[in-house]
């Protein structure tokens, strides 16, 4: 720095001698440089000064100060400094404009730390208490720090990272970066952008306007957020999330997460229980291990690739999945419901909406009102109870339980596979039964039919119809 010219500690010694009140403020000295003995002040505090400020470790037992115009051979610039209740406090001299300085103050391990500017570059560098930083348009850095991190900023950026204690931040339009923090975290933000990595602690968020990054957190993770973006990224212990207009997407995340949203959810290759409450949001997701659960009205449901128990629930919804490894439940109304590929259970319960499943390995219970209902290419067994126009089942292998397919508005049309053995009876209220099994009976001028498929008695597949009744053997579409 320019100049490094050091005021002696002598001098500003006795100006502090003449301190004789607790409450009463003394200038100690109007310098560009010194050093201040230390005798149980606790804080040191930064105002007014405009330009970079860095704030560092020093060494125990004074607190050592430089100030000069910014650059190489710039000249120096006074700072008034001041005591006051134990605090140190610097100020720029009245008589001096503060058109842009660099000032460097180096403060011992058991000093707190708070600055307040405008317009500035403020750095606080391996500090082993506390600090604090107010302002507006500030560029804030931070780091190696033992003691817990304050943040109010009006517009511009704060960069913390390596942090033992609790980090709060809070202000408006900002880009905020956190790292490495051991204790918890807080954000209270309107406006910008935030990114948090590697948290040690757990963090709480309440965000309006953000665009948001969360990633590699080792701990719960709370946030609230309106009319912004939120990103979770190898979240390891799950989190809660309510957000009102703000679209969320996970990725490789675990623990339990509870989403609640009128916004749009995204997934991917997460290990996790998923609890989804939407309110018109579609989600759509792809891999997870572990319990999903999506309650949603007026929205898409779009899953794939999902090991583990699925439920939903909702109205209006449009719903396709794909390759389910768990039980699956579907409660809704008036929705579209295609499932392709569950190797386990399947329940649907569905008003005024079509359902369609193709390749369940398990069990497949259908109720349905006012939709057509297609089961096709079953292993296991199919309770249906519907009121619609059709219902289509086929089998690919016999199931080793009784079936009942049931339908009392409208037809039947059941395909049977080559192999295998069970009982077919059949009987239709309005319609008529038909069929081209060899060893199937009709009787009653049409209305009914029974008989066997191999040599097998059982298991039975009982079809009741409103209407009329098909039974074909070979799959939907051969002869």
Avoid at 117 to 127: C, E, K, L, P, R
Avoid at 287 to 293: A, F, S, V, Y
Wanted: charged content about 20%; some cysteine.
């Amino acid at each position: 720095m320019a100049g490094d010219r050091v005021v002696s500690a002598l001098v500003i010694a006795l100006a502090w001698s003449s301190l004789t009140r607790a409450g009463e403020s003394r200038l100690l000295a109007e310098e560009s440089a010194g050093i201040v003995p230390v005798t149980g002040e606790v804080r040191v505090v930064v105002s007014g000064i405009r330009g970079e400020i860095r704030v560092e470790a020093g060494k125990e037992g004074e607190v050592r100060f430089q100030s000069a115009a910014p650059g190489p051979k710039g000249a120096e610039i006074p700072v008034a400094l001041w005591l006051e209740d134990g605090t140190f406090r610097f100020l720029p001299r009245k008589d001096v404009p503060e058109s842009g300085r660099l000032l460097v103050v180096h403060v011992p391990d058991d000093m707190n730390v708070t600055v307040e500017a405008t317009d500035s570059t403020v750095t606080v560098a391996g500090i082993a208490s506390s600090v604090e930083v107010r302002g507006e348009r500030l560029k804030v850095s931070g780091g190696g720090q033992n003691g817990s991190f304050s943040g109010d900023v009006q517009s511009g950026s704060v960069a913390v990272s390596s942090v033992n204690g609790d980090v709060t931040v809070r202000g408006r339009d900002l880009d905020v970066k956190l790292g490495m923090v051991a204790g918890s975290s807080s954000l209270h933000l309107t406006g910008g952008h935030a990114q948090v990595a590697e948290l040690r602690g757990p963090l709480d968020a309440d965000l309006d306007g953000v665009v948001m990054t969360v990633g590699a957190a080792d701990v719960p993770v709370h946030v609230r957020e309106r009319g912004g973006q939120l990103e979770l990224r190898d979240l390891a212990q799950g989190g809660e999330f309510s957000l009102s207009g703000t679209p969320l997407k996970m990725t490789r995340c675990q623990g339990d997460i509870t989403v609640e949203s009128d916004g749009d959810v995204q997934f991917l290759d997460n290990k996790a229980a998923l609890h989804f409450i939407s309110y018109g949001g579609s989600v759509r997701g792809s891999g997870n291990t572990g319990l999903l659960e999506v309650k949603t009205s007026n929205a898409e449901v779009v899953l794939e690739k999902i090991v583990g128990p699925v439920r939903i629930q909702g109205d209006g919804l449009k719903v396709r999945l794909k390759d389910i490894g768990g039980e699956l439940l579907v409660y809704a109304t008036s929705s579209d419901v295609q499932i392709d590929g569950v190797s386990a259970d399947v329940t649907v319960e569905n008003t005024q909406g079509d359902v369609t499943v193709k390749g369940a390995s398990g069990a497949v219970g259908v109720k349905s009102s006012g939709g057509d209902v297609s089961l096709l290419g079953m292993v296991g067994p199919a309770q249906v109870e519907a009121d619609g126009r059709h219902v289509a089942v086929s089998w690919t292998s016999l199931p080793g339980k009784d079936s009942v397919v049931h339908n009392d508005g409208g037809d039947i049309t059941v395909h049977f596979p080559a192999g295998g053995g069970c009982r077919v009876e059949a009987r239709s209220k309005f319609g008529r039964v038909e069929t081209d099994l060899p060893r199937v009976e009709i009787l009653e001028g049409g209305s009914s039919a029974q008989g066997v498929l191999g040599n097998a008695s059982r298991p039975t597949i009982r079809v009741e119809s409103g209407g009329d009744v098909q039974l074909l053997g070979g799959s939907p579409g051969q002869p």
